[in-house]
C-alpha cells in the first residue's frame, strides 16, 4: 500500500512541475490590478534586479480583507523550476500585505492594497520567470499575475520588418533580432540547447512566440531571421477613453448619467477590418489611473459604469469580448459582449476606475481560438511595441537566466 501511495505522490508531483502554469484572474470584486516596475501605466513587469516592482489593486466590498502574497520561480515554458524557495528569495513570502487604505469621498466603497517588492522582508535574488500569487485570509487563491527579471548580460538587437510572405506583407509584421554576448562577461555554450527565446508583441504573454532556436552563429553573435516564425499579426491601434472626471463628457465619453454610481456611456464604435488604416497614438493596449482635481488617485478615484458599444451584424459561432491591460487580456464571461437585436449593436457594461483606458474588440471563435483582427482588422503600418526576453541555462545548470532584453516599434517597419 506505502509503495501505490508514494508512486500517486511521485507521479502527482511530476505532472504538477510539467506544466504550464496560468495566469488566475480575479472575481469581480477584485478590481484595478496594476502591475509595473519602471512606467507609470499598468503593464507586464520585465525588470531588472535592481529595480523596483509595483502591485497594487482593489476590493470592492468594506470589509478591509486581509491579503497574502506568495512568490514562486518558473522556466522559461512556465513550467515550475527545480529551484528552492531560499535559492531565488531572500527573506519571506506568504505575508500580509499591510499597506492598504480605504476609498475616500467616493460612491463606490473600496479598499486600496499596495505591494512592492523588495521590501524588508522579501528580495528577489534570481533573474527569471517568477507568478506572484495573492491569497486571502482563507487560503484561496484570488489571482495571480506573471512577470520577468532579467540580468544585462547580452545585447539584443530588434528590426521590425514586413511579412515576407507575400500573401500577408500588408498585415504581419516580422520580427529580426540578434543577440551579442561580451565573452569576458557571458559566453553561450552550445547555444541551441542552452537558449531560449521569448518575443513579445504589446506585452502581451497570450501571443508571445517562444521557441525559436539561432538560425546562423557568428562568433559570439545569434542571428534570428525567420520568414514565418517570428511574425505577428499587425492588428489596429487601440481605442480609447478617458473619464477622470465623472461628471461631465471626456475623450471618447458620449454622456454620463448618475444612478448608484456614475454611469460613462462611450460613443458608438464600429467595424475597422475593411477601412483604411489611420494612424491614432495610443499606449499599446495599457492603460492608467488618474482622476481630476484629486491629490490620491489610488483612494480618491471613483468607479463607473463603462458602456461599451459596437456596431456589428451579429457573428455567429463568435464571441466578442473587449479586452486590453485592464483585465490582463482575458477572454471570460465578465468582457463577453451581448448582441442586442433593437439596437443592432453588441453591448456591455464594466464596472472601471477613472483613467485613462487603451482597448479593442476582439472575437474568439468555436475552437476557442483569438482572432485579433476580425473587428479592428490587420494593418503593417500599426504602431506595435516588441520585445525579445532571451534565456540561457548553462550545461549543468539548474534553472533559466534571462541574460538580456530587446526593445523595439513598428514605427521604422521596413521591408
Not at 466590498?61 to 518558473?74: A, K, M, Q, T
Not at 459604469?305 to 490582463?328: C, D, Q
Not at 511595441?385 to 532571451?390: A, G, H, L, R, Y
Amino acid at each position: 500500500m506505502y509503495k501505490y501511495f508514494f508512486l500517486i505522490f511521485f507521479l502527482s508531483g511530476l505532472f504538477s512541475g510539467t506544466c504550464q502554469v496560468q495566469e488566475l484572474d480575479p472575481m469581480e470584486e477584485i478590481k484595478s490590478i496594476t502591475f509595473k516596475s519602471n512606467s507609470n501605466q499598468s503593464e507586464l513587469p520585465i525588470l531588472s534586479l535592481n529595480e523596483r516592482l509595483y502591485l497594487e489593486f482593489d476590493a470592492l466590498n468594506s470589509n478591509e480583507d486581509d491579503f497574502y502574497y506568495v512568490i514562486e520561480h518558473y522556466n522559461f515554458d512556465w513550467t515550475k523550476s527545480n529551484l528552492m524557495k531560499s535559492e531565488y528569495l531572500q527573506g519571506l513570502d506568504n505575508l500580509r500585505i499591510i499597506n492598504y487604505e480605504n476609498s475616500f469621498n467616493t460612491y463606490q466603497i473600496y479598499s486600496n492594497y499596495k505591494l512592492q517588492i523588495p521590501n524588508k522582508q522579501t528580495r528577489l535574488i534570481v533573474s527569471g520567470n517568477y507568478l506572484i500569487k495573492i491569497f486571502d485570509e482563507d487560503d484561496e487563491l484570488v489571482f495571480s499575475r506573471k512577470f520577468m527579471v532579467y540580468e544585462n548580460l547580452a545585447n539584443v538587437g530588434i528590426q521590425i520588418k514586413r511579412s515576407r510572405e507575400v500573401s500577408f506583407i500588408s498585415a504581419k509584421q516580422s520580427v529580426d533580432f540578434v543577440i551579442k554576448t561580451d565573452p569576458s562577461s557571458l559566453r553561450f555554450n552550445n547555444p541551441k540547447q542552452t537558449v531560449n527565446t521569448v518575443i513579445l508583441q504589446n506585452n502581451n504573454l497570450k501571443t508571445a512566440i517562444s521557441g525559436l532556436k539561432p538560425q546562423y552563429i557568428l562568433g559570439n553573435e545569434l542571428i534570428y531571421r525567420y520568414k514565418n516564425d517570428a511574425t505577428f499579426w499587425g492588428g489596429n491601434e487601440y481605442l480609447y477613453f478617458e473619464n477622470k472626471d465623472v461628471r461631465g463628457t471626456n475623450l471618447g465619453v458620449q454622456f454620463t448619467d448618475l444612478e448608484e454610481v456614475y454611469h460613462s456611456y462611450l460613443y458608438l464604435d464600429i467595424d475597422r477590418s475593411n477601412s483604411r488604416y489611420t494612424y491614432n497614438p495610443d499606449i499599446n493596449g495599457n492603460f492608467q489611473i488618474t482622476v481630476l482635481d484629486r491629490e490620491n488617485p489610488s483612494i480618491e478615484a471613483d468607479y463607473t459604469v463603462v458602456h461599451f458599444s459596437l456596431r456589428k451584424p451579429e457573428l455567429f459561432n463568435k464571441y466578442v469580448h473587449v479586452y486590453g491591460s485592464y483585465n490582463n487580456y482575458a477572454l471570460n464571461q465578465l468582457n463577453q459582449m451581448t448582441y442586442n437585436p433593437e439596437s443592432g449593436a453588441y453591448e456591455i457594461a464594466i464596472k472601471l476606475k477613472q483613467g485613462f483606458y487603451n482597448y479593442k474588440y476582439v472575437t474568439v471563435n468555436d475552437k476557442n481560438e483569438l482572432e485579433e483582427g476580425t473587428i479592428s482588422g490587420n494593418f503593417y503600418e500599426t504602431e506595435n511595441n516588441f520585445k525579445v526576453i532571451v534565456y540561457y541555462r548553462d550545461l549543468g545548470a539548474r534553472y533559466d537566466r534571462i541574460v538580456g532584453l530587446g526593445e523595439g516599434t513598428s514605427t521604422q517597419i521596413s521591408n
